[in-house]
């Protein structure tokens, strides 16, 4: 398993089955992934799990992630189903990760800040869609996974143990395919397509019932959530129709998704976005707010880490050109922070300065010793400060030209 922000070759599956799926969530749990498992099935599928620790945050991708989304609101809080959905643009100091970019998620989270809907909720929601996405991964059968460890999700509403979701999700498909419509997909939408015949086949009412509900706009999924009704149950009621072709099942698009607020990335970069990007990972929030200042004034880039236990990840998202690293944390030091920069590859040259309030040799030695590049006295003014990032990113151009 690589180190975050980096992705392992694609692996191919055949029978995916939910021995091999347990198999494989249980090593992303041994190994403790915090980031993504994608998964493409072979209809041009693709399917995207965000972990925690092995856990999994939220899942997401397939054909009708609005209209999964849409559904597992129905189930657990209906009242917001016709919310509008309009998100709100994040602050500016929150820090990003792949899952800040995931709308279904951001959404919930911010209804639960708001108050608009509670965590047991979200929480249902989310095992809900996990579920679903799981089941649909089982019906691709032959997948492709890779695993893309990322930063640590600023946001968890809910860790979802996976080996639970897939046991939950197996049962669902084996009862899809004891029903022997495994060939069918509960996402596609049931249509009328002979309504006199229909209507000789039926009573009054259920063709009346029929009329009302397989109106071209609702899959099997969404007709079982309106129904309150197993899926399996919905689909085995109209199959005697639909192998008259009384009712056919067609492919429809999803739903359309809300309008998202404008990111940074979405916008042609400034001159000031060009600048070099400088990182401080230092526990006390005072030293990176003073940092900030001095940075942001000198028209340099800035990101502040306060935990140091989130660190690397932070630092391989942002990849920043330089670093200013704490020597004395609670729960880690510099000295373990920078030997474990130093082993990747892409901060084997990066420039890393030490900051500490105890200017002592042996602290000097120990730290060349780990790789530092320098060693800076807290508290350190502004000019200090500018000065060791002129040098070290004047002798890193130096180097490279």
């Known amino acids: 398993m690589t180190a975050g922000g980096r992705s392992l070759a694609p692996v191919e599956i055949s029978d995916f089955d939910m021995d091999k799926q347990i198999r494989l969530f249980k090593s992303l749990k ?29 899942a997401t991708g397939g054909s009708h992630p609005v209209r999964r989304w849409k559904r597992g609101l129905a189930s657990s809080c209906p009242r917001l189903v016709s919310a509008p959905m309009t998100l709100t643009p994040p602050p500016e100091d929150k820090p990003e990760d792949d899952l ?74 084996e009862n899809w395919k004891t029903a022997r419509i495994a060939d069918r997909s509960p996402n596609s ?23 009302r509900l397989l109106d071209g706009q609702q899959s099997l999924r969404d007709l079982s959530v309106k129904m309150k009704r197993d899926v399996t149950e919905v689909t085995r009621s109209l199959l005697p129709y639909i192998q008259l072709g009384l009712i056919e099942l067609v492919e429809v ?13 979405d916008e042609t970069p400034t001159a000031p976005e060009l600048r070099p990007l400088i990182a401080c990972i230092d526990d006390s929030p005072f030293i990176c707010q003073s940092m900030s200042k001095v940075l942001t004034q000198a028209n340099y880039r800035f990101v502040a880490v306060n935990d140091p236990l989130r660190a690397i990840a932070v630092l391989l998202a942002r990849k920043p050109d330089l670093i200013f690293l704490d020597l004395v944390m609670p729960n880690a030091n510099g000295y373990e922070i ?20 105890h200017d002592g040799i042996v602290d000097r030695v120990r730290a060349k010793l780990v790789g530092a590049s320098e060693f800076l006295s807290k ?13 070290h990113l004047h002798e890193t151009a130096v180097q490279s030209s």
């Open 30 to 58: 041994q190994l403790q992934l915090t980031g993504q498992l994608l998964l493409e099935g072979q209809r041009d599928q693709s399917w995207r799990l965000y972990l925690y620790m092995g856990r999994i945050v939220y």
């Open 338 to 357: 920078c030997g474990q920069l130093r082993k990747l590859s892409f901060f084997r040259d990066t420039p890393i300065v030490i900051l500490t309030g």
């Open 253 to 265: 698009p999803d739903l359309p998704g809300p309008s998202l607020p404008k990111t940074p990335s």
């Open 379 to 391: 508290p350190a003014d502004a000019d200090s400060i500018l000065d060791v990032i002129r040098k």
């Open 189 to 211: 939408v049931p249509v009328i397509r002979q309504p006199q015949q229909l209507k000789e086949k039926t009573s009054q009412s259920v063709y009346q019932v029929l009329s």
């Open 100 to 173: 800040s970019r995931c709308w279904e998620y951001q959404m919930l989270y911010q209804w639960v800040s708001q108050g608009k809907l509670s965590r047991e909720e979200a929480s249902k929601v989310i095992r809900s869609i996990t579920v679903e996405v799981l089941c649909d991964v089982a019906q691709a059968q032959h997948v492709t996974y890779q695993v893309k460890s990322d930063t640590t999700p600023s946001t968890k509403l809910t860790l979802i143990d996976a080996e639970q979701a897939v046991a939950e999700a197996h049962k669902v498909w």
